[in-house]
């Protein structure tokens, strides 16, 4: 029996879509800006368990983009504010928190019974998403991420055995978290074209600061797209494009 909630979801899904949603699990590294909206989607579209993590509580800058951030979330865990959020929507849902974010030593619990990875790790915290390829990669998971671009975004999905992180950023197979604690996801990988307005010099700035300027439509594109690929993947409708391809939408120069 399809929950009343589902209802207008028939029609574009079938019954039998949005049973296999139900007993589907996404595990989401980054509950902020692409993961809160990611989670929210996903929860409207019918997935039935979400496992959650993000070390990190909500500020005040948080607000202009963040799928939970509002004055009264202020000082609380992302996990718990975002998993009462979600709560709302659809009280029935599974969620598994994971409030001092995916390191190694909790990395494999943190994919267990995940069908889909999505990398909505900080740029900042760039060795536990190199942690979370990896282990999604040895699982046979695919991972997908999304980048808000200003008005725009790019999402980026990597296949278990296709390009992998590595690869796709050109740094050493070997390398290890420690050794990556420097690295940032670098902006042009994830696309080729960014904003006229994020010049090297200014991309450079940004990342020495640990102050990326963003805006709240590109992090609710960025979602939308990464969600509705991830969703075709999961009903078998169609294949993503892996990496070194990847989507862009960009509405400005």
């Not at 019918?46 to 959650?52: F, Y």
């Not at 991972?143 to 390009?163: E, I, K, Q, Y």
């Not at 996801?185 to 200014?202: G, V």
């Amino acid at each position: 029996m399809i929950k009343e909630q589902f209802i207008r979801n028939l029609g574009i899904m079938s019954e039998a879509d949005i049973e296999l949603l139900q007993r589907s699990a996404i595990a989401i590294a980054g509950c902020g800006c692409i993961g809160g909206f990611s989670a929210e989607l996903l929860v409207r579209m019918g997935i039935g368990k979400l496992m959650l993590a993000d070390p990190d509580t909500f500020d005040v800058s948080n607000i202009n983009r963040q799928c939970a951030a509002t004055h009264l979330t202020v000082g609380q865990s992302k996990v718990e504010a975002l998993s009462q959020h979600l709560l709302t929507i659809n009280p029935d849902l599974e969620i598994i928190g994971f409030p001092e974010g995916v390191h190694a030593d909790n990395v494999d619990r943190f994919v267990h019974g995940a069908d889909y990875v999505i990398d909505a790790v900080d740029y900042f915290a760039f060795p536990a998403s190199l942690i979370l390829h990896r282990t999604a990669r040895a699982k046979g998971l695919y991972v997908t991420t999304a980048a808000a671009l200003g008005f725009g975004t790019s999402v980026l999905t990597f296949a278990p055995d296709g390009m992998n992180l590595e690869q796709y950023i050109g740094i050493p197979q070997q390398i290890t978290p420690e050794q990556a604690q420097e690295l940032t996801f670098p902006a042009a990988s994830y696309s080729k074209q960014l904003p006229s307005y994020a010049t090297e010099d200014k991309v450079a700035e940004w990342l020495g600061s640990r102050s990326i300027p963003t805006i709240s439509v590109g992090q609710a594109l960025g979602p939308g797209v990464l969600v509705s690929r991830l969703i075709l993947h999961l009903l078998g409708r169609k294949q993503p494009p892996v990496v070194p391809d990847y989507y862009q939408l960009q509405f400005e120069d």
